[in-house]
């Protein structure tokens, strides 16, 4: 019988999807459905930029995420700042999950994918590539609808009401 120590994360598949979300889009929402399918636990991260003005605020993030998932037990949330590999060393997650719409979405991910595979050789990070319908849709584009008075509804996951959360003028 083997005696060194084993994490207690070695054998359960935590995978960190770190982003803006500023909100999340069914883009985001597809993807963590569709990797459910083979992670035992996702954590939607929120990565806080302080230098970065958010139309929505972190706080305000979190809560909308927290509602979107409230019925997927396996699907957290959480804010978190510095480098995203030391968020997944803290959290135990061996994963990095990141969705693809475009080739320049690939150009941009395969750099940060083998920066931190450099920074924490443990990392795999996992890409999606992102259904059809969803490959046009942004959290730019849904600021941009809001902000024009739109209703970015077609392009947010599903029962999500959103005015719960936009502050009243
Ligand atoms: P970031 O600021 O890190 O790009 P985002 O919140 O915009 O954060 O995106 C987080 C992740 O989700 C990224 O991997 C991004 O490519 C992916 N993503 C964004 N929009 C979509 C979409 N419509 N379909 C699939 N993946 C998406």
């Known amino acids: 019988m083997a005696t060194e120590s084993i994490s207690p994360f070695e054998n359960s598949r935590i995978a960190v999807f770190p982003g803006s979300f500023d909100p999340l889009t069914a883009g985001h929402y597809g993807i963590v459905l569709r990797a459910l399918g083979f992670f035992d636990k996702i954590i939607i991260a929120i990565g806080h930029n302080t230098d970065k003005k958010a139309f929505f605020p972190a706080e305000t993030r979190l809560q909308m995420i927290r509602d979107i998932f409230r019925d997927k037990p396996r699907v957290e949330c959480e804010i978190f700042s510095g480098l995203t590999v030391n968020f997944c060393r803290q959290k135990g997650a061996r994963f990095i999950l990141r969705g693809l719409r475009t080739s320049a979405d690939f150009e941009f991910e395969r750099v940060v994918a083998h920066v931190n595979r450099k920074l924490y050789p443990d ?47």
Do not use: C, M, Q, W
Request: a negative charge; hydrophobic letters at 35%.
């Open 123 to 169: 990392i795999e990070t996992i890409f999606l590539l992102t259904a059809p319908e969803h490959s046009f849709i942004s959290s730019s584009i849904v600021r941009e609808v809001l902000s024009h008075g739109g209703d970015p509804t077609p392009f947010l996951p599903p029962h999500l009401e959103l005015n719960k959360y936009l502050k009243p003028n």
